[in-house]
């Protein structure tokens, strides 16, 4: 593989560690940051395992999986992370407070050319490239989960990124093998607003009781040819990251995007998704399969929120018409979280 330059990448979460397995793949050192030694390492390892179930299914060598792998360096020293990088992609959590500290100490330590960008599903680039006063070179780039395999890459220009930045990044998507699009800054850009609005809606389906958690799934992928199930797609993003998105996208949009209460209810009890192995599905070695507690949840809050249903008995025919119809009205137009 031809030398190429350094890239770090900040966070090494669900987004972080996929993002890093390209660029290695792609034959770019790579530098994984986290904010200890351990998340930073634990995002290696998950590296580790999918080279491993790509090399199971004759897609790797070995060789190639051990050079990959070696691309890669996990660490918790950000200076050392960004030193000399042609190139830092920032996929710490959505909070834009989190992400400007982050991207002033990275502009501390970076080449003062390093290209600064933000996997950001739906903050500002404008507002991060102002507050961090290098906004020529601040830009979007939001991959899609899991990033080695998603073709898309959504380049997202910030009012003052320079011509020159758009052209590197535009260069790097071809280099990953990426197709990409070009898209003005805007809450949402050009994907998540769309993204969670039926996510969020399949959540609120699901509170009513219209059909199950699988059904509903089930409903967009074999009637719609979606690939994967809005809801079964939210375990993979991770609840939590679609909260963020939505809580922002309802302050800048409206009404549209309020979040579900059933969403808000499963973050809080710490219930993310794949990533901690429960969310809308349980999730094992073998794929999803169906969550019993969800079912308690829906229950609670239709009994907490609407005196409908009596305890353990979810599932059966809703008790009365008239309430139901109440409850859609309501539940439709929720304005209590
Ligand atoms: N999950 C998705 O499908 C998806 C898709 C596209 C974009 N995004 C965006 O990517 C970003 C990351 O999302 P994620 O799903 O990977 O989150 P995640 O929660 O899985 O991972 C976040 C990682 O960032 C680390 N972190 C926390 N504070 C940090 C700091 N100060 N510096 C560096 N790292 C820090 C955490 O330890 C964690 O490992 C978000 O902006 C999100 O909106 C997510």
């Known amino acids: 593989m031809s030398q190429k330059p350094p890239v770090a990448i900040l966070g090494a979460g669900t987004m972080g560690h996929g993002i890093a397995q390209l660029t290695a793949q792609r034959g770019y050192p790579t530098r994984l940051f986290d904010v200890s030694q351990q998340a930073a390492d634990a995002g290696q390892a998950k590296v580790q395992a999918a080279l491993a179930r790509l090399a199971d299914k004759g897609k790797l060598s070995p060789e190639e999986k051990q050079q990959i792998l070696g691309n890669i360096t996990p660490t918790d020293d950000l200076r050392r992370a960004v030193e000399g990088a042609s190139l830092v992609i920032e996929a710490a959590p959505e909070k834009m407070e989190l992400k400007v500290e982050l991207f002033t100490r990275v502009i501390e330590a970076a080449p003062a050319d390093a290209l600064l960008a933000s996997n950001t599903s739906s903050l500002s680039i404008t507002e991060l490239g102002q507050r961090t006063g290098q906004a020529h070179r601040v830009l979007g780039l939001h991959f899609f989960n ?157 009994l907490r929120e609407h005196h409908l249903v009596a305890p353990g008995n979810f599932g059966a025919p809703l008790l009365d018409t008239a309430k139901v119809l109440a409850l859609q009205r309501e539940v439709g137009s929720d304005r209590r979280t």
């Open 146 to 302: 899991p990033p080695p395999v998603m073709e898309l890459l959504e380049i997202v220009r910030g009012v003052a990124t320079s011509e020159e930045s758009l052209a590197r990044a535009s260069e790097l998507a071809r280099d990953l093998g990426k197709t990409s699009i070009l898209v003005r800054d805007f809450p949402g850009f050009a994907t998540s607003r769309l993204g969670v609005v039926i996510g969020a809606e399949a959540m609120r389906m699901a509170e009513q009781g219209v059909a199950s958690v699988v059904d509903i799934d089930r409903a967009m992928e074999l009637g719609y040819r979606h690939p994967m199930g809005p809801l079964k797609l939210t375990d993979l993003v991770g609840l939590d990251v679609r909260l963020s998105i939505l809580d922002h996208l309802h302050k800048e949009l409206g009404e549209a995007f309020r979040p579900p209460a059933l969403l808000r209810q499963l973050v809080r009890a710490g219930r993310l998704g794949k990533k901690t192995g429960i969310g809308f599905y349980r999730w094992t070695d073998k794929g999803p399969e169906p969550a019993p507690f969800l079912a308690k949840a829906i229950r609670s809050l239709l």
